[in-house]
């Protein structure tokens, strides 16, 4: 391991600090992660491939720790009976969170629609194009302002913890459930 003096560990210990609280309010957890870092890149030092620099290979660990942690507690809400959706022409559903409907639906009309066809029915983008009468860079071009649309309010509303692939690990409610226009349950 590279770091080996005190004054290199020390600096690795707040780099990973800084990484972790950017994703993580409570600092208790904060530093059990950052031990869980350490203890992997003590397992795995052999990992660590010459050309790659060793912050970066710490940091992909602190990922990875990070990663296995929210998906360790990531909270479990139950999925309804029925999503309310019926499978399309091609036998498949689009599954979405219960209060994501609601979100959708106090969209503008425009957003409404193309985000039904397109996220709820999976009609692809070309057909939206040809059913809306727009060019394909027209209803591409709503597609992505409805979901960015979409995309705020649900950020406005509750507050998202992703995966690097976009998937979502969990959420948490911002405002007061009394608030008509934030339908999320965290």
């Known amino acids: 391991m590279p770091a080996h003096d005190e004054e290199g560990l020390t600096l690795l210990r707040e780099d990973l600090r800084r990484y972790l609280s950017r994703r993580m309010r409570d600092d208790a957890t904060v530093e059990d992660l950052v031990q869980d870092v350490f203890v992997r890149i003590q397992r795995s030092s052999d990992g660590l491939r010459s050309e790659e620099s060793f912050g970066a290979w710490a940091t992909r660990i602190a990922h990875n720790v990070?990663?296995?942690?929210?998906?360790?507690?990531?909270?479990?809400?139950?999925?309804?009976?029925?999503?309310?959706?019926?499978?399309?022409?091609?036998?498949?559903?689009?599954?979405?969170?219960?209060?994501?409907?609601?979100?959708?639906?106090?969209?503008?009309?425009?957003?409404?629609?193309?985000?039904?066809?397109?996220?709820?029915?999976?009609?692809?983008?070309?057909?939206?194009?040809?059913?809306?009468?727009?060019?394909?860079?027209?209803?591409?071009?709503?597609?992505?302002?409805?979901?960015?649309?979409?995309?705020?309010?649900?950020?406005?509303?509750?507050?998202v913890e992703l995966d690097s692939r976009g998937n979502v690990l969990g959420w948490t409610r911002r405002r007061p459930p009394s608030d008509g226009d934030c339908s999320c349950r965290g």
Do not use: F, Y
Not at 117 to 142: D, H, I, N, T
Not at 143 to 152: H, T
């Open 66 to 159: 990070l990663v296995d942690h929210l998906r360790r507690h990531r909270p479990e809400v139950p999925l309804p009976d029925s999503d309310g959706l019926e499978a399309d022409e091609a036998g498949t559903a689009n599954v979405v969170p219960a209060w994501l409907l609601p979100m959708i639906e106090r969209l503008e009309p425009q957003d409404r629609e193309v985000l039904r066809l397109v996220e709820l029915q999976g009609v692809p983008q070309v057909e939206v194009a040809r059913r809306l009468g727009l060019s394909v860079s027209g209803a591409k071009s709503r597609v992505q302002r409805a979901r960015r649309r979409l995309r705020e309010r649900i950020l406005a509303c509750c507050e």
